[in-house]
C-alpha cells in the first residue's frame, strides 16, 4: 500500500474513536466500519460499491450496506459519497454538517456533562431510552446464557416474561425477536431439560448467535444514551432495566395486571444477576397482599417501589461515596418535570424528602412519559435527528419503534387488553404449532422405520 493512503489511517481512526470503543465520547452515534478493497477477500464488496480510488468514504445506514450495491450514477440513494475528507479535521466537519452536531476532536469520554441526558429537567430525554431498553433486553438474555440459568423450575418464568415483551415490549425488534425466541424455546431448552453437557454447550453457543438478534442485528451493542452515568460503573444496565420494567406496566390492559406483577418478580428473582437487589426486590413482591386488577394499580406500585429503592440506595451511596455526583438518587419524579403530581412536600430533620404524592396525576404521568413519549415520539423525534439524516452506519435501525406499538392512552385500557390477547394468542399458537409440526415429523420418521 501506498504511503500516502497509510497515512490516512490515523486521520481516521481519531474520529473513529470519538464513536465507537470502550472510551468513545460520543457512543453509539455513529459506526464506523473499514474495508481493505486490496485483499482478495473483498473484491466483489468493494466492486458492488463502485470502489475506483482510495480513501473512498460513504456514508449512510447500516442495513443499506448489507443488502444494497452503490455506484455515483445513482440520481436516489441512501448512501452518499463523502467528498471532503482528507484530514480528521474536515471528515468530522462533514459529519456536524451532516448532523448539525458540534462534535470535537478534543471531546473525551465523560468529560462534556452537556451531552448526558438531563433527564430531570427536559421530560423529552426519555425518547433517547429507547435504545437503552433494547440494550438492556439483549444484556439481560446475554447474562442469562452465559450464567446458564435457564433450569427445570426456572424456565418457565422465562417463557411467560417474554411472552409479556412480545405483546408490550416498546421496541418492534424486540418484540419481534422475542418471538422468535419463544418460537424456538423448546428447541434451545427441552422442558425436561436432559441434556448432556456436549450438547448443552451446543445449544448455548446456538442461542448465543441468536442473542444478537433479539432486538436488531445491525445495531451496534454496548453503549448507553439515555442511561449513561457520569462513570462507566453508574447506571446502564440497572437503569435500562427499570426503564423497560415500568414502560411494560403502563401498556398492559388491566385483565393482565396480576399476571404481569407475577411476570416481572418472578424474573427478577430467577435471573437478576446480583443476590442483594434481588432479594431486596422479592421482599417487596412479597410484601403485596391484594391481587392487582388494574394497570394503574400495578404502574403506580412499581413507580413507589423504585423510589423506596432510591431511598435506601441514597443513603447507601452517601456513606460510601459510590453514587453517580452526575445522577445521585432522587425521589421521582421531581417537581420541574411533574408538579401537579406534588400536594405537598418537606425535608425530615436529617434532609430527606417527604413528598405527599397526588397519584391521579403521578399515572398520566408514567403513562405519558413510559408510554406515549418513550414509544410514539421516538420515531417522530430522535429518530428523525439520527436515522433521518443517514449516517456511517447510523446508531439506530428505522424500525426500533412503530406507531402500532400497543399504549395505553386513558380510557383505552379494554383495547389494548384485546391487542395485548391476541399477541399472547399468537405466541401460544405459535408454540403450539411448532410441537405438533416436531411431533408430525417424529411420528413419520416412525412409520419409515
Same mark, same amino acid.
Given at each position: 500500500?501506498?504511503?500516502?493512503?497509510?497515512?490516512? &489511517?490515523?486521520?481516521?481512526?481519531?474520529? *473513529?474513536? $470519538?464513536?465507537?470503543?470502550?472510551?468513545?465520547?460520543?457512543?453509539?452515534?455513529?459506526?464506523? *466500519?473499514?474495508?481493505?478493497?486490496?485483499?482478495?477477500?473483498?473484491?466483489?464488496?468493494?466492486?458492488? =460499491?463502485?470502489?475506483?480510488?482510495?480513501?473512498? #468514504?460513504?456514508?449512510?445506514?447500516?442495513p443499506k450496506f448489507a443488502n444494497t450495491k452503490w455506484d455515483r450514477k445513482q440520481e436516489k440513494s441512501d448512501i452518499k459519497l463523502i467528498d471532503d475528507g482528507r484530514t480528521a479535521e474536515r471528515l468530522l466537519m462533514w459529519i456536524n454538517k451532516q448532523l448539525e452536531s458540534s462534535f470535537t476532536l478534543d471531546d473525551k469520554k465523560y468529560e462534556n456533562?452537556?451531552?448526558?441526558?438531563?433527564?430531570?429537567?427536559?421530560?423529552?430525554?426519555?425518547v433517547q431510552a429507547i435504545y437503552?431498553?433494547?440494550?438492556?433486553?439483549?444484556?439481560?438474555?446475554?447474562?442469562?446464557?452465559?450464567?446458564?440459568?435457564?433450569?427445570?423450575?426456572?424456565?418457565?418464568?422465562?417463557?411467560? =416474561? $417474554?411472552?409479556?415483551?412480545?405483546?408490550?415490549?416498546?421496541? &418492534?425488534?424486540?418484540?419481534?425477536?422475542? *418471538?422468535e425466541l419463544l418460537i424456538n424455546f423448546d428447541d434451545h431448552w427441552p422442558s425436561n431439560l436432559s441434556l448432556s453437557s456436549q450438547d448443552s454447550s451446543k445449544l448455548l453457543e446456538s442461542v448465543a448467535a441468536d442473542n444478537h438478534k433479539i432486538c436488531g442485528k445491525e445495531v451496534p451493542r454496548g453503549y448507553w444514551i439515555f442511561c449513561r452515568g457520569s462513570k462507566s460503573?453508574?447506571?446502564?444496565?440497572?437503569?435500562? #432495566?427499570?426503564? #423497560?420494567?415500568?414502560?411494560?406496566?403502563?401498556?398492559?390492559?388491566?385483565?393482565?395486571?396480576?399476571?404481569?406483577?407475577?411476570?416481572?418478580?418472578? =424474573?427478577?428473582?430467577?435471573?437478576?444477576?446480583?443476590?442483594?437487589?434481588?432479594k431486596h426486590f422479592y421482599d417487596m413482591c412479597s410484601s403485596v397482599s391484594v391481587p392487582f386488577k388494574s394497570a394503574r394499580d400495578l404502574s403506580l406500585w412499581l413507580w413507589s417501589t423504585h423510589n423506596k429503592v432510591n431511598e435506601r440506595l441514597m443513603k447507601e451511596e452517601k456513606d460510601m461515596g459510590t453514587g453517580d455526583p452526575s445522577f445521585p438518587k432522587a425521589i421521582w419524579p421531581p417537581k420541574a418535570l411533574c408538579p401537579s403530581c406534588y400536594r405537598s412536600s418537606s425535608r425530615t430533620s436529617d434532609g430527606a424528602l417527604q413528598v405527599d404524592w397526588n397519584e391521579?396525576?403521578?399515572?398520566?404521568?408514567?403513562?405519558?412519559?413510559?408510554?406515549?413519549? +418513550?414509544?410514539?415520539?421516538?420515531?417522530e423525534t430522535y429518530m428523525e435527528s439520527l436515522q433521518g439524516r443517514t449516517q456511517v452506519?447510523?446508531? +439506530?435501525?428505522?424500525? *426500533?419503534?412503530?406507531?402500532?406499538?400497543?399504549?395505553?392512552?386513558?380510557?383505552?385500557?379494554?383495547?389494548?387488553?384485546?391487542?395485548?390477547?391476541?399477541?399472547?394468542?399468537?405466541?401460544?399458537?405459535?408454540?403450539?404449532?411448532?410441537?405438533?409440526?416436531?411431533?408430525?415429523?417424529?411420528?413419520?420418521? #416412525?412409520k419409515k422405520i
Open positions: 500500500r501506498c504511503p500516502a493512503c497509510r497515512n490516512y &489511517k490515523p486521520h481516521y481512526e481519531k474520529v *473513529a474513536k $470519538l464513536f465507537n470503543g470502550p472510551n468513545a465520547a460520543h457512543p453509539g452515534r455513529i459506526l464506523m *466500519a473499514r474495508v481493505d478493497c486490496a485483499s482478495k477477500v473483498n473484491v466483489d464488496l468493494c466492486s458492488r =460499491f463502485s470502489v475506483d480510488h482510495y480513501p473512498f #468514504l460513504l456514508w449512510g445506514p447500516p456533562e452537556n451531552m448526558l441526558p438531563n433527564s430531570t429537567s427536559d421530560p423529552k430525554q426519555v437503552d431498553v433494547e440494550e438492556a433486553t439483549a444484556h439481560a438474555l446475554q447474562i442469562i446464557l452465559e450464567h446458564k440459568m435457564i433450569k427445570a423450575d426456572t424456565r418457565d418464568s422465562l417463557i411467560r =416474561f $417474554l411472552q409479556i415483551l412480545v405483546a408490550h415490549h416498546p421496541s &418492534k425488534r424486540c418484540r419481534r425477536g422475542s *418471538a460503573e453508574t447506571r446502564g444496565f440497572s437503569c435500562g #432495566l427499570w426503564v #423497560l420494567l415500568h414502560s411494560l406496566t403502563v401498556q398492559i390492559g388491566d385483565g393482565e395486571s396480576q399476571s404481569t406483577f407475577t411476570s416481572i418478580c418472578d =424474573f427478577i428473582h430467577n435471573f437478576f444477576i446480583c443476590e442483594e437487589c434481588r391521579d396525576e403521578v399515572f398520566p404521568f408514567l403513562v405519558n412519559y413510559y408510554g406515549k413519549t +418513550l414509544v410514539s415520539s421516538y420515531k452506519g447510523a446508531a +439506530l435501525a428505522d424500525d *426500533a419503534s412503530s406507531s402500532h406499538a400497543a399504549r395505553v392512552p386513558i380510557g383505552a385500557a379494554l383495547g389494548v387488553a384485546a391487542a395485548s390477547c391476541t399477541f399472547g394468542a399468537l405466541a401460544c399458537f405459535w408454540r403450539t404449532q411448532q410441537k405438533n409440526r416436531k411431533y408430525s415429523y417424529r411420528l413419520h420418521s #416412525l
